[in-house]
């Protein structure tokens, strides 16, 4: 696991969260940028990205 892809993921998790319950359209687009983010760390460690619905704690 890369030191860079970990802290994409932690960097996409917080920002995911700080947005995704926001209503209008810029909170969720960076709630959206956030997760790429998440994701792009995540397949850079080797792992599946996350394409759970947000919000389900998984």
């Not at 993921?9 to 709630?31: C, V």
């Not at 080797?46 to 619905?53: A, F, H, R, S, Y």
């Amino acid at each position: 696991m890369s030191i860079e892809g970990k802290a994409k993921e932690a960097a996409g998790y917080i920002k995911e969260e700080a947005f995704e319950h926001g209503k209008s359209p810029e909170s969720q687009k960076k709630a959206q940028e956030g997760r790429d983010l998440r994701n792009e760390g995540r397949v850079e460690d080797g792992k599946l990205p996350k394409t759970d619905k947000p919000g389900t704690g998984d």
